[in-house]
């Protein structure tokens, strides 16, 4: 059963209170399924409201639900089939970051993406989805290797960040982003990004320089998690509520502001809610995009590429 949240329990109670005449219908074998049509009504009317109107912070809440689809599940509910490799040739395998080649109509695909848990123990051994440098290096020979078979590349970002720990930095975790900031922004295959739940600071961007970018509609994207740049503002990490709505780090705002190139809808209330029909909205978007970006020349494309990020952040005063 899935984890309601804060905002949800309006929802949730109606629902109980549905299920409660149903089930004392069937005992008492009184008739009252007009007060249940009723009470159906009221909680579409409800869910349509409140979902209508989520803050920033809401929508940051359900990019972080539990129990959202993973990139595997993305993977393998887009592909036919697909490989898993491992490791950067260098360190180590980072589990925090997945990738492999995968069958997508016929063609071969390299995907990659940050990989969290579903619960204590996996989220343990997927460092809740926060990559160690080995991850970004793992990442980067995949997409190199697609490069050099022609595969385009497809990669998923759900992440709060790259790990902060002392054993990143001893393995040069900025050094590992930068890296793959740069051979990103001039490889000679097309390349599409999703950010499917969470898009925090350079841990995102590591996957995320690429000719296309998608948001699902309720992930956020931002060069900071909100309760940390509260804290930095603010002095105060409970504040984040109130960062999220100044940041503007939803998916619509950064539709509007031209840093992504468009919104994947999900199912009402989160993708976590169908996770069926959240992968197949990602696999027509990723399908589209690739096959759009198919045959360009590969001048073209790294020039068009070049011209997509030259022009963000670019503001006229009045």
């Known amino acids: 059963m899935a984890t309601e949240l804060e905002f949800e329990k309006p929802i949730a109670e109606l629902k109980a209170k549905i299920e409660e005449l149903r089930a004392f219908t069937q005992q008492s074998g009184i008739d009252l399924s ?4 009723k009470l159906e009504q009221r909680l579409e009317e409800l869910t349509e409201t409140i979902y209508a109107g989520l803050t920033p912070w809401q929508r940051v809440q359900i990019a972080r639900h539990p129990q959202r689809p993973t990139a595997l599940d993305y993977i393998h509910g887009i592909c036919s089939e697909f490989i898993e490799l491992h490791g950067d040739r260098n360190f180590r395998d980072d589990p925090s970051v997945v990738g492999g080649i995968g069958l997508v109509d016929g063609r071969p695909v ?3 993406g940050h990989q969290k848990g579903r619960d204590t123990k996996e989220n343990i051994y997927r460092n809740f989805g926060m990559a160690h440098p080995e991850g970004y290096r793992k990442a980067l020979r995949l997409m190199k290797q697609a490069e050099k078979f022609g595969r385009p590349v497809v990669c998923f970002i759900d992440t709060k960040g790259a790990y902060p720990g002392a054993s990143a930095e001893e393995r040069g975790i900025s050094e590992a982003i ?3 900031l740069r ?3 001039g490889l000679r295959v097309p390349t599409v990004s999703v950010v499917t739940g969470e898009g925090g600071s350079g841990g995102a961007l590591g996957l995320g320089v690429t000719d296309r970018i998608y948001m699902m509609e309720y992930a956020w994207y931002s060069v900071i998690a909100p309760e940390s740049a509260a804290s930095i503002l603010w002095k105060d990490s409970a504040l984040g509520a109130k960062a999220a709505e100044l940041m503007r780090i939803t998916a619509q705002d950064l539709k509007a502001l031209g840093i992504i190139d ?3 809808p999900e199912p009402k209330g989160g ?3 169908n996770p069926a029909e959240a992968v197949a909205a990602v696999k027509q978007a990723v ?5 759009e970006l198919a045959g360009t020349p590969v001048a073209e494309l790294l020039q068009r590429r070049y011209d997509k990020y030259r022009v963000m952040g670019v503001y006229a005063e009045p």
Do not use: D, P, S, Y
């Open 34 to 37: 007009h007060e249940v049509v």
């Open 110 to 112: 390299t995907f990659i």
């Open 178 to 180: 930068a890296v793959n």
């Open 183 to 185: 051979e990103m922004a």
């Open 262 to 264: 468009g919104v994947i």
């Open 271 to 273: 993708a976590h809610k």
């Open 287 to 291: 399908v589209g995009a690739l096959e």
